[in-house]
């Protein structure tokens, strides 16, 4: 009863007055933000990004994607709460961090990360590690086994999300040659995005991939779900600044402006190109804005934030083009030319507009010392680290899993639909 008390008291002068905090150091503000960024960041992928993927693949696929990214929601979760937080973020070396943080160890109710509680901190980058495996459906969508899956996006997330996540967020050796990923742009885009083409390339194409149409079934159910992207985008960038201050509002100001630019921009190139925008390009070009502006969200302004998201409407419509009818690669939902090369812009771009010596354009400051070109040569190295080292453990994972228990479902199966195959339910029942 006592011990209770104390907690009430406790927590009755944190809420009158915040900048007490526990142990001289919480701050309610803080904590109170990236809770409510860690809620919405799972609102991207549950439901956001499983509607957004499930209204663009063909009715008799719809649920298995739903069931995937649910899935893959579980997963993660438990994998980051066994070992992906501590290899992520505990000590170790400058590649991959320890085991001192398995299973959570030494979080408890009072532990501190930063001002916020240890808690919070693991909560909000576990919503980062589901929804990072989720983006990579996009390049397998609708011929790879359930069971292939599930296996997949449970060891990829510990062989490449997490060990690169140490790279940058944990301590290691990209973080400290100072590279600028301030919301995920290598963490998070550039491995999905490179993952979801290697997968595309080691299963090949959908049967009948540029011979038979395979337009999105409801776009109604994929507008939604990007709706849902956008604002909780604002919890992916916007919480990204791990309190709630002016860094928090600047990437969700430079969020929503480069969202827009990058959505206005495919459809008036659509518009010029084809007679006619569509809506498919309207939400792919957000995502792309999106994508684009998430490492640089922190560090750059409201110019150079339009700048960037215009730059990602154009170079991420073009790749998509180069890599559907040129290379003839079948990357089912795009992951790879909108968040694999909206991750490699934003990143680039991010070593220039986040200088302070570009007028209008300048955003917050380099590092003391450190010149465009010095930056820019650090963004170069942590672009092609990232995905030289995602590429290939991505391909031997893959061919080990085909090898083990073969990835793809039959030509049979895939002309049935994986709902049925693979759940033996529809997702409609009209």
């Avoid at 009072?110 to 576990?126: A, K, R």
Wanted: charged fraction near 10%; hydrophobic fraction near 55%; charge should be negative.
């Amino acid at each position: 009863m006592l011990l209770l008390l104390r907690r009430c008291l406790a927590l009755s002068l944190l809420l009158c007055f915040p900048s007490l905090g526990f142990a001289d150091s919480l701050d309610g503000a803080n904590t109170g933000w990236i809770l409510t960024s860690t809620a919405l960041v799972l609102f991207m992928t549950l439901p956001g990004l499983a509607l957004f993927y499930g209204g663009l693949v063909r009715s008799k696929n719809v649920l298995s994607v739903l069931m995937q990214c649910f899935t893959i929601a579980c997963v993660a979760s438990i994998l980051w709460f066994a070992v992906g937080y501590s290899i992520a973020f505990s000590e170790g070396t400058s590649l991959m961090g320890g085991l001192s943080k398995a299973f959570l160890a030494g979080v408890a109710e009072e532990t501190l990360s930063g001002d916020i509680p240890e808690s919070l901190f693991v909560l909000f980058q576990m919503t980062f590690a589901i929804i990072t495996p989720a983006l990579i459906v996009g390049g397998f969508a609708e011929r790879m086994k359930f069971s292939a899956v599930v296996l997949f996006s449970a060891v990829w997330l510990l062989v490449v999300y997490a060990p690169v996540t140490h790279w940058v967020w944990g301590g290691g050796w990209l973080g400290e040659m100072g590279l600028l990923d301030f919301a995920g742009g290598t963490v998070v885009h550039i491995t999905a995005g490179v993952a979801a083409l290697v997968a595309a390339l080691v299963l090949g194409n959908r049967n009948g991939y540029g011979e038979v149409a395979m337009p999105p079934h409801n776009m109604t159910m994929t507008i939604t779900g990007a709706g849902m992207l956008w604002v909780g985008w604002f919890g992916f960038n916007g919480g990204s600044a791990l309190a709630a201050n002016g860094d928090a509002a600047m990437a969700m100001l430079v969020t929503h402006l480069s969202a827009a630019a990058g959505a206005f921009t495919w459809l008036t190139i659509e518009w010029l190109k084809y007679g006619k925008p569509s809506a498919l390009g309207a939400v792919t070009g957000m995502v792309a804005g999106l994508g684009t502006i998430t490492p640089a969200s922190g560090f750059v302004g409201p110019a150079g934030a339009m700048v960037i998201g215009i730059s990602a409407g154009v170079v991420c419509f073009f790749a998509t083009l180069w890599i559907k009818q040129k290379l003839k690669i079948d990357d089912s939902l795009d992951v790879f030319p909108v968040h694999g090369v909206g991750g490699i812009l934003g990143t680039f771009l991010a070593g220039i507009f986040a200088s302070d010596a570009l007028g209008i354009f300048s955003g917050q400051g380099l590092a003391e010392g450190v010149t465009i070109g010095g930056q820019v040569t650090v963004q170069v190295i942590g672009i092609l680290a990232t995905g030289v080292y995602t590429a290939v453990v991505t391909f031997i994972l893959l061919k080990l899993l085909d090898a083990i228990t073969g990835l793809r479902v039959s030509e049979d199966e895939e002309t049935e639909g994986l709902d049925t195959v693979s759940h033996n339910e529809r997702g409609y029942d009209l």
